[in-house]
């Protein structure tokens, strides 16, 4: 019997160190993670940061993946690859700190979920110029479960208020596209 795959859509970011190789090195470890395939990618944007200003810019992408893991257990892998990452969630270190890499969950299928320490969709994606802006690339009539909006309708609102464009560097092996789900 074949497993049911889901497709699921995750944000990166970072703004410590060498921020691609971060961004490589979370996709890469997520490829590895029985259960999910990465079937997709946006291009890199740099974006300003969100909360402190005294903190670099991010680098940001969305990637698609198909998974069989339930929601809760794909977050609990977003975690691993993030504190295999150097990340660590403290009081002292806020969400919007900078951080070496930084994992949401945006979407899992059309799943709405409200648990403590889970929320799917992610709670502020469609107010996020640096998630939509990827998450376009991939998906543009992606409907929000919960605001019954396309993802080009959300990020046609937030078009100039946050500056986003598509970084100039380059990562090895860092392909973009989307592989359709399969069946």
């Not at 892998?77 to 002292?92: F, K």
């Not at 700190?97 to 299928?109: M, S, V």
Request: no cysteine.
């Amino acid at each position: 019997m074949a497993k049911h795959l889901v497709r699921a859509w995750i944000g990166l970011g970072s703004n410590l160190g060498d921020r691609g190789s971060h961004l490589a090195r979370a996709r890469a470890e997520l490829g590895l993670v029985p259960g999910i395939a990465v079937v997709g990618a946006s291009r890199i944007y740099e974006t300003e940061p969100v909360g402190p200003e005294d903190q670099g810019p991010y680098l940001n992408a969305v990637i698609a993946l198909d998974t069989e893991l339930s929601p809760r257990h794909l977050l609990e892998r977003l975690l691993d690859v993030e504190r295999q990452g150097g990340r660590t969630r403290s009081a002292e270190n806020s969400r919007w700190g900078p951080r070496a890499i930084d994992l949401d969950l945006l979407f899992y299928g059309d799943a709405t979920v409200d648990e403590a320490g889970l929320a799917i969709p992610h709670p502020r994606l469609h107010a996020r110029a640096f998630v939509l802006e990827p998450l376009y690339e991939l998906a543009p009539a992606w409907v929000h479960p919960g605001l019954g909006e396309s993802v080009g309708s959300l990020r046609k609102r937030l078009v100039g208020s946050e500056w986003v464009e598509v970084w100039s560097g380059e990562i090895p092996g860092w392909s973009t596209g989307l592989d359709p789900l399969e069946p």
